[in-house]
């Protein structure tokens, strides 16, 4: 993230312009996704509506409108106009920007009805501003920009920002790369919270100084029953074909499989993202994780949203601290050189830590424990049983589990990700050990194929078929659901 804090300072310095406006969309004429008719011969003059997917906008000419094939709208001339939808949100300010080779004579002004809203320009080539005035920002309001010259206007893309005096500084991309960044440590920016539920509690996200956006539903020493969004401002993907989502995450307490990460464009179904490193809940140290946007890059009006629910029994605290959204499929973090043990060990290693009575201790680095799924819990998510033995009783437990490939099944070779824990408790029925990984991820899944032939004990050999795997006991052949096949 060290290249994220540099890209910060240098806005701040440079930046300040744009404070107070959000960007809320951007409508792109580079390409013509918005099915314009295409070369002057094919020019239309009546009014008429073009969609790109997610906005319509209604253009009308005195001359003629087209898209050019050099990448730019043409529209001309005097009286001409491009209306825009209305939109949810206030809007404080308009920026329409022409090709270099435009017209230097065009003038052209932002109209609500016959009001002009704004003040007028001269030039449409480059970026033109216009700051819409107070009494015509409220939401709803239908705005046209309206050329008011004998010339064309020649378009490559108009921004739409809304005011935002609350919001963090404005991060406006430097590079070729980011798209949108934003650290909670300054401020909420314009990312809105959507309580679904939240029980008793005056609110479950909250922006802090020290931690950025945290959520959490345990208040009063109890938990409480909650969902809520946090999500954010739309983000126009239209013009990229790959997109990352990175972010910096701390999570402690509760269960790994109440918080999740979503996406969507448009009115689209918001969809669950692959997050590439979740905190194992053992400590408060923050993790940077990546996410593919591969199913909503190359779309317009993209939000992401980040998801805590939790129950009257489990409330994880999750904190968001930084979120950048960056352009091509970037890797997420090295991924950590970690020790790979049996079931044997692992169990060795967790007996070895001396928990308190009603606690868990935790190894201070993660394993990759590798062994058989002999046991899937029915009542519990993600959790199962492993040993180093098909068929044998399982003591090392998985427990909450992300998965990565698919669900396990009993039988299947497994290997799991994360920090060996052993927990003790004292009741009445005596002391209860439990010795497992919880809220790791299972990074690999596989039927127990290609193994070399090897004694397991002196009356039994596991042998390999035709890529099969049997066992052979007392001259008897099995398969590895302890069938006799032979």
Not at 37 to 58: K, R, V, W
Not at 393 to 415: R, S
Request: hydrophobic share 40%.
């Amino acid at each position: 993230m060290k290249k994220f804090f540099t890209f910060i300072a240098a806005v701040l310095f440079a930046g300040s312009m744009m404070a107070g406006n959000a960007l809320m969309v951007t409508f792109d004429f580079t390409t013509n996704t918005w099915g314009l008719p295409e070369g002057a011969s094919s020019g239309a003059s009546a009014a008429a509506q073009f969609n790109n997917g997610t906005y319509t906008i209604t253009l009308a000419a005195a001359d003629k409108y087209y898209f050019n094939t050099d990448g730019y709208l043409m529209l001309g001339k005097q009286n001409s106009t491009l209306t825009l939808p209305a939109f949810d949100w206030n809007t404080s300010k308009i920026v329409i920007t022409g090709r270099e080779a435009a017209s230097g004579s065009t003038v052209q002004n932002i109209f609500v009805g016959d009001s002009a809203v704004s003040k007028a320009t001269t030039g449409a080539k480059g970026a033109n501003e216009y700051e819409i005035a107070a009494d015509y920002q409220a939401a709803g309001n239908v705005y046209v920009l309206k050329v008011l010259s004998g010339h064309n206007t020649q378009i490559t893309k108009i921004e739409v920002y809304s005011p935002c005096d609350t919001c963090a500084e404005p991060i406006v991309p430097v590079d070729s790369t980011e798209i949108y960044a934003i650290d909670f440590t300054q401020g909420q920016g314009d990312w809105t919270i959507n309580d679904v539920e939240k029980d008793t509690l005056a609110y479950v996200w909250q922006q802090t100084e020290q931690y950025g956006m945290k959520a959490s539903a345990y208040l009063d020493n109890a938990n409480h029953a909650t969902e809520s969004w946090l999500i954010s401002p739309a983000l126009d993907l239209s013009n990229v074909e790959e997109a990352t989502l990175s972010f910096s995450h701390a999570r402690k307490f509760g269960e790994l499989n109440q918080l999740s990460v979503k996406a969507k464009a448009g009115e689209g179904e918001w969809a669950d993202l692959n997050v590439s490193a979740w905190p194992d809940g053992s400590s408060w140290s923050y993790l940077d994780a990546t996410a593919d946007l591969a199913a909503v890059a190359g779309k317009a009006n993209v939000q992401i949203a980040f998801v805590y629910t939790s129950s009257n029994t489990n409330a994880a605290t999750w904190e968001i601290k930084t979120v950048a959204v960056n352009k091509g499929a970037i890797p997420g973090p090295e991924p950590e050189k970690l020790d790979t043990v049996t079931v044997t060990e692992a169990l060795a290693i967790a007996a070895a830590l001396t928990p308190e009575n009603g606690k868990s201790a935790y190894t201070e680095k993660k394993y990759a424990v590798k062994g058989f799924v002999v046991g899937v819990s029915a009542s519990k998510t993600n959790t199962y049983y492993m040993s180093d033995t098909l068929g044998a009783y399982g003591t090392f437990q998985a427990y909450q589990c992300k998965t990565i490939d698919k669900e396990v099944v009993v039988n299947d070779y497994v290997i799991v990700t994360g920090k060996i824990q052993h927990y003790y408790g004292e009741g009445s029925s005596g002391e209860f050990h439990s010795y497992e990984i919880s809220g790791g991820t299972l990074v690999h899944t596989e039927a127990p194929q290609g193994i070399e032939n090897i004694v397991l004990t002196e009356k039994a050999q596991k042998v390999v078929v035709d890529g099969v795997i049997y066992i052979v006991r007392d001259n008897k052949l099995f398969n590895l659901q302890g069938t006799q096949v032979r």
